[in-house]
C-alpha cells in the first residue's frame, strides 16, 4: 500500500525542471507526522536488528573462546522424614531410635523403611522394580560390607571398631521419588562395638559417574561417594571420607580412599590413598556427574553439566540433604561460521551512517526526512538468508539444535543453558528474508513493523503456543524426556548380578527434522499474520487505489488528473528509472510503503522517497550512485587507488544521465561524499 512522504516539494523558478532549492517549510500535517512517527520506528527497528546480531556475535566470540559459565547451585534433594526421625541431639536419644526401634540398637536383619503412615520394615511402596531391588535389604547390607572391607586399610574405626544395627531408608526421598538410579543416599544405623550405646548414622552419598586418571590415560565408570558418620547432631562440624570404586557398576564394589584436593572445571580431584596389601600405587582421579549430549565427538560439540555435591557442614545437613553444584561446559569447534553475523551487523551500521548523513543534510536545509532504514536488510536478505543457512550447514546445525532441546526443556519445565542469541540471529535474518520473498511473490511491500512484529510473537510466545496444542506438545514432552535420560548407559550381559545401579554419561544427540519444525511451529504459524497483512493491502488497494501527487504550480500540489493518469496508465518510465533500472513501482518486499512518482507540471518524477527506497542516494547534486557503493567510493577517494569498479550517474538538473560513470579517485571530493541528499528526478 503506497504511503505519503513527508518531503516539501522544492519552489521552481520556471517551468522547466531546475535543481531544487530551499523551501519554506511550514507546520507539518497529521499525515506527516504520522509518517514520520513510522519511519522513526522502523529505524528504531532497524537498529534493534543490528543489536541483535551483535548479540550473537559477542555469543560467538564467548563460545569460541570457551567462555566459563559460572556455578549454579542446584535444589536440595531432603530426605524429609528421617531429619526428622534423627532429632535435635543425638541419635541415642532420637525418635528414629527410641520410637522406631522401642529403643533398642540390637542388630538385627531387615532394614528399617520410614514411610508417611510411619516405620516398617517392608520395602517403600509404589515403587518401581528396579528401586525396590537398589533399597532392598540385601543390596543395602552388601554396600556397607563393601564399604567395611575395602576402607579398613584406612577408616579404622569404621571398619574394624562398627558393627551395623540396620540399613534405614527414606521413601520420601526425592532419588526414591524421582527414581535415581544413578546415584543414591544411603543410611546405616551403626553402634561402637566397644560402646553400644555411642549410636550414629553413617551416610554414605553415592553416584555412578565417569572419571579419568591422567597419568594413565584411563577412564570409565566409577563409583564415587562421600562418607560421614554422625552420633550426636550438636556438633558444629562433620568430616567428610571420600571413598572410590573404580568400574562399578560394571565392576563389582572394590573401594579405596581418597583424600580431596579440590575442585577443578567442575570436577572433583581426589587422590586415592593406596592399599599397600593389594599392590596400589597413588593416582589421581577426576571425576564428576556429567549429563548433557554432544555431536559426532564429545571433544568437538558438546553441551555438558557437570555436577558435583556441596559438602554439608552440619550433622544434620549431611543426614538430611544433598545439594550439588552445576557446572555448564559448552564447546563447539565450528563455532567460527557464525562469524558471518558480524559482517551482517557491521553491514546495517555502514548503512545506518549512510541513512542518517542524508537525514541530517536534509535537516539542514530545513526539511524533515527519514528514510526507510530497512531498505539495505531488504536489498540483501535473501543474501543474507543464504549465508546463513550455509553457516548453520557447515556448523552440523548444532547451534538449531541445541536451540531446540532448550525450547523442549522449557516446555517440560527444566533448563538448559546455552547461546540462544546466535539462533535467535539466525531465525530473524531468515524469517525477514521470508518475509521478504512473500511481498515479492505477492507484489507488495512489507511493512517492517508488521515482520517485526509477527517474528516477536512467534518467538516470545513459543512456549505458551507449543502448550496450548496437545497434538503437537505430546512429541515435544516425549524428545525432552528422552534427551534427559538419554546418557542411559544400557548394562552389559549380566551386569545385574553385580548392580542394579544405573550409569549416565553425555551422549550423542539426534533430532529430527520433524522435530525442529514442531519445535520452530510458533516462529513458521507467525507468517499468516504477514499473509494477512497482504491481503488487508490488497483489499484497501482495490477501494483505495493509490492516488498521484501532483504539483499544478510553483505553490501547491494535488492528486492526479486526466493528463497525468494517462502517463501512469502508460507506465513512462522516468530517465532515472532507464539509467538506473531501478523501476520504483514495481519494487516490492521488505520495505515501508513510499511515494512511487510526483508530477510537475505535466512531467513525471521519481519521487525522492522512492529514489532512497531504491537504494539511491545524490551526492552533492552532482551524482546519483547506490548506497551500497557508497563506502567503496569513500576509499577510492580517501586512499587514492581505484580498488574496484563503481559506476555513478551523473545530473543535468534533475535530469539523471543515461550513460554510467566510471568513479576514479578524483571523481569526487570529501566534500561531495559528506554532502549526501535525496530529491526528484525526471
Known sequence: MAGSSAMVIPRRKNDAPDKPKKAKQGALSVRQVLHLLHRLAILGAATWYFVVFMGSTLSTIDLLRDKEFPSILGGNQQQSLLGTYVGTTTIRQSPLVLLALQGDTTPRNGTLYLEATGPSQSVCSGVSPVMRVIYDDAFLRSLFDAIVRDTAYNLTDIGRNTELIMPVVDCLSTQILYQYTQMGKFNFLVRPKQDPDNVAIITVQLTNQEYLIAEQSERGPAAIATLVYVNDLQATTVEHHFIVSIGYPQREFNFRVC????????????????????????????????????????????????????LAHTPIEAIRDWVQIYKFVLHDSWGWVHGIQVFIGLDLLLSHAVLLIVAARNLQAGKLWVGDA????????????????????????????????????????????????????????????????????????????????????????????????????????????????????????GQELISPMGLLTPFELHVAPAM??????????????????????????????????VVRNTTGTGTSGGEEMSLVQKRVLTLFEIATGAELESKFGL????????????????????????GFVIANGKYVMQTGDYW???????????????????????????????????????????????????
Open 516 to 549: 525442529v519444525v514442531r519445535i520452530l511451529s510458533p516462529i513458521l504459524y507467525s507468517l499468516v499474520l504477514v499473509g494477512a497483512y497482504v491481503v488487508y493491502c490488497k483489499i484497501y488497494r482495490f477501494f483505495y487505489p493509490d492516488r498521484i501527487r
Open 591 to 614: 520495505m515501508s510503503s513510499y511515494e512511487n512518482y510526483l508530477f510537475i507540471k505535466g512531467m513525471k518524477f521519481a519521487s525522492a522517497d522512492g529514489i532512497y527506497s531504491n
Open 374 to 493: 530497512f531498505v539495505s536488510i531488504s536489498s540483501k536478505s535473501f543474501l543474507r538468508a543464504v549465508a546463513i543457512i550455509v553457516s548453520m550447514y557447515l556448523d552440523g546445525f548444532w547451534s538449531l539444535y541445541e536451540f531446540c532441546v532448550r525450547d523442549a526443556y522449557i516446555v517440560l519445565g527444566a533448563s538448559l543453558t546455552n547461546y540462544p542469541n546466535i539462533v535467535y540471529a539466525a531465525m530473524l535474518g531468515i524469517y525477514l528474508s521470508v518475509c521478504g520473498g512473500i511481498g515479492v511473490v505477492f507484489r507488495e511491500r512489507i511493512d517492517p513493523l508488521v515482520a517485526v512484529f509477527s517474528f516477536l510473537l512467534g518467538y516470545e510466545y513459543r512456549a505458551k503456543f507449543l502448550r496450548a496444542f496437545p497434538t503437537i506438545v505430546g512429541p515435544i514432552l516425549g524428545f525432552a524426556f528422552a534427551t534427559i535420560s538419554g546418557g542411559s548407559v544400557p548394562p552389559e550381559p
Open 259 to 310: 583424600t580431596f584436593l579440590g575442585v577443578n572445571a567442575g570436577k572433583w580431584s581426589l587422590r586415592v590413598i593406596p592399599d599397600e596389601n593389594r599392590g596400589d600405587i597413588p593416582k589421581t582421579v577426576t571425576s564428576a556427574f556429567r549429563t548433557g549430549f554432544y555431536k559426532k565427538s564429545v571433544s568437538e560439540q558438546f553441551n555438558i553439566n557437570s555436577q558435583i555435591n556441596v
Open 632 to 682: 567503496s567510493i569513500v576509499f577510492i577517494t580517501v586512499l587514492r587507488w581505484q580498488f574496484t569498479r563503481v559506476y555513478v550517474y551523473e545530473i543535468a538538473g534533475s535530469t539523471v544521465q543515461q550513460t554510467a560513470k566510471l568513479v576514479y579517485p578524483s571523481t569526487f571530493t570529501l566534500a561531495d561524499l559528506t554532502n549526501l541528499n535525496i530529491s526528484v528526478l525526471s
